[in-house]
């Protein structure tokens, strides 16, 4: 009987549905594994697999009392995956949903031209100049709206001036994140979600965690000026570039924000340069 399920199985694979079917899984898990690599959820997932190997054990070779204690274990699992993954499962959405969902649909990331990805390098490279501390936060296709109505809202043409003006320590705006929505100033003086990841940097501090955090939970990028070292960061999908100079900083952010109006070789090259993964850091 099993030889005969066997074979049947294996001559189903000739239909081409079927053919179908174990490729689609085969991407599922090529594609959950890349999202899961180098992040905390890689030793989760294997202490998650190792729990599920003791427990086959021990309904294998008659263990009564570890499979009593383990019994109730897989009842659970489909709660702890979902509380011990959820920024994983967000990000996955995230961007199964920007990669997929319907042409008319995407905004145009172009409309405003590159010179104002200009404006926002400038303001960086200048503050850092002065080791002034800045967050500068750039709003993709996830709404930023809770973090807007959260801070100043200003709704002001975005401008070098305007980046160095807010972020003056003597001005009481300084403190906190600016929200850029196309090519205005949505908000200033915003607060961001902290990351919890525990394998970051000691080195990096409130500023940096919170630009890490946002980008955990929406699609936004964030550009961060250290004001105890002057270092300019850029932050995208909760992972950190650290000292970027104004031309790696305006080719990460052309790149996150205008992927097709670069070339591929460049925009490769100026991801790579100076890379650091948030998890790398610890």
């Given amino acids: 009987m099993l030889l005969q399920a066997h074979n049947q199985y294996w001559q189903s694979l000739r239909e ?8 689609l899984v085969f991407l599922l898990v090529y594609a959950l594994l890349r999202l899961i690599r180098g992040t905390r959820a890689a030793p989760m997932a294997a202490g998650i697999g ?3 190997l003791i427990y086959w054990a021990a309904a294998r070779y008659d263990l009564s009392t ?23 499962i967000r990000q996955a959405l995230i961007t199964f949903g920007n990669r997929f969902r319907m042409p ?3 905004r145009h990331r172009g409309q405003f031209g590159e ?24 709003e993709r296709g996830v709404s930023l709206r809770n973090v807007i109505e959260g801070g100043v ?5 975005l401008s070098y001036d305007l980046l160095v003006t807010i972020f003056n320590p003597a001005t009481p705006l300084h403190d906190g994140a600016v929200v850029i929505r196309g090519h205005r100033v949505a908000a200033a003086a915003c607060f961001l979600p902290l990351t919890l990841n525990p394998l970051l940097s000691k080195d990096l ?25 002057g270092l300019v960061s850029f932050v995208q999908g909760g992972k950190i570039r650290r000292g970027l100079d104004g031309t790696r900083l305006r080719a990460a952010i052309l790149d996150a924000l205008e992927p ?8 490769q090259q100026a991801a790579e340069a100076d890379t650091l993964s948030t998890e790398a850091r610890g």
Avoid at 16 to 23: E, M, Q, T
Avoid at 66 to 88: C, D, S, T, W
Avoid at 153 to 157: H, I, P
């Fill in 16 to 23: 081409p549905r079927n053919l179908v079917d174990i490729a």
């Fill in 50 to 52: 190792a729990l599920a």
């Fill in 153 to 157: 809202k200003m709704d002001a043409e």
């Fill in 115 to 138: 010179g104002v990805y200009d404006e926002i390098v400038l303001a960086a490279t200048t503050l850092a100049s002065t080791k002034t501390g800045a967050l500068i936060v750039v």
């Fill in 260 to 267: 097709r109006t670069r070339e591929p070789e460049a925009g």
């Fill in 205 to 229: 501090g409130t500023r940096h965690r919170a630009a890490i955090g946002i980008t955990e939970d929406a699609d936004a990028v964030a550009v961060v000026v250290s004001e105890e070292t």
């Fill in 66 to 88: 570890l499979e009593f204690i383990l019994r109730p274990a897989p009842v659970y699992v489909g709660v702890a995956i979902v509380v011990l993954f959820q920024n994983e």
């Fill in 104 to 106: 008319f649909l995407i």
